[in-house]
T-cell receptor, first 114, second 117 residues
Framework: AQSVAQPEDQVNVAEGNPLTVKCTYSVSGNPYLFWYVQYPNRGLQFLLKYITGDNLVKGSYGFEAEFNKSQTSFHLKKPSALVSDSALYFCAVRANSGNTPLVFGKGTRLSVIA | GAVVSQHPSWVICKSGTSVKIECRSLDFQATTMFWYRQFPKQSLMLMATSNEGSKATYEQGVEKDKFLINHASLTLSTLTVTSAHPEDSSFYIC?????????????FGPGTRLTVT
């Protein structure tokens, strides 16, 4: 079975400071990993994904994430946070074999304070 | 890029009535569709998976007779909430995958907010 843990319900960071949103996963075999962002009353926006290759993945809006197989983690990072980054962030995983659906973490609310 | 649309974007209905939500893939063939629901301030929970032309596979705890899923074509899937009740009020999100383009991409619709009064 696949699962995702986002240990923090809320992350607060000052504008201009670096941010990290944590994610760990459990999957049989190798993972496909994704990050999405959701603004109020909106659908999901894709940020980035890890499929294979370089462990450091760069995505939209200056976000990046590092795949760490030994720690089964895929933390989302950004060097300098913006107030407009305030939103709900979801990490998702699926096994890289078969046609299985994405399984989502519970989400982390990021609040960037000016 | 691949686009998934949903209609309606929001709907209010009375308790006991049925509501149909449409999910369309606009520029690709959705060989597999997934339906999720999201309660306020919670995560997306998978309801069911459907492959075109086949019956949907429902997750444990999801009533298949209440949430009817049809995936009759490669560009359209529908979710019908039958005899809706206030506890069915939620944000419903569809997602589609085109197996011919590699199985790792999953594209999401904008969601439908259902309120049952």
């Amino acid at each position: 079975a696949q699962s995702v843990a986002q240990p923090e319900d809320q992350v607060n960071v000052a504008e201009g400071n670096p941010l990290t949103v944590k994610c760990t996963y459990s999957v049989s075999g190798n993972p496909y990993l994704f990050w999405y962002v959701q603004y109020p009353n909106r659908g999901l926006q894709f940020l980035l994904k890890y499929i294979t290759g370089d462990n450091l993945v760069k995505g939209s809006y200056g976000f990046e994430a590092e795949f760490n197989k030994s720690q089964t983690s895929f933390h989302l990072k950004k060097p300098s946070a913006l107030v407009s980054d305030s939103a709900l962030y979801f990490c998702a995983v699926r096994a890289n074999s078969g046609n299985t659906p994405l399984v989502f973490g519970k989400g982390t609310r990021l609040s960037v304070i000016a | 890029g691949a686009v998934v649309s949903q209609h309606p974007s929001w709907v209010i209905c009375k308790s006991g009535t049925s509501v149909k939500i449409e999910c369309r893939s606009l520029d690709f063939q959705a060989t597999t569709m997934f339906w999720y629901r999201q309660f306020p301030k919670q995560s997306l929970m998978l309801m069911a998976t459907s492959n075109e032309g086949s019956k949907a596979t429902y997750e444990q705890g999801v009533e298949k007779d209440k949430f009817l899923i049809n995936h009759a074509s490669l560009t359209l899937s529908t979710l019908t909430v039958t005899s809706a009740h206030p506890e069915d009020s939620s944000f419903y999100i569809c997602s589609a995958r085109d197996l011919s383009q590699g199985a790792y991409e999953q594209y999401f619709g904008p969601g439908t907010r259902l309120t049952v009064t």
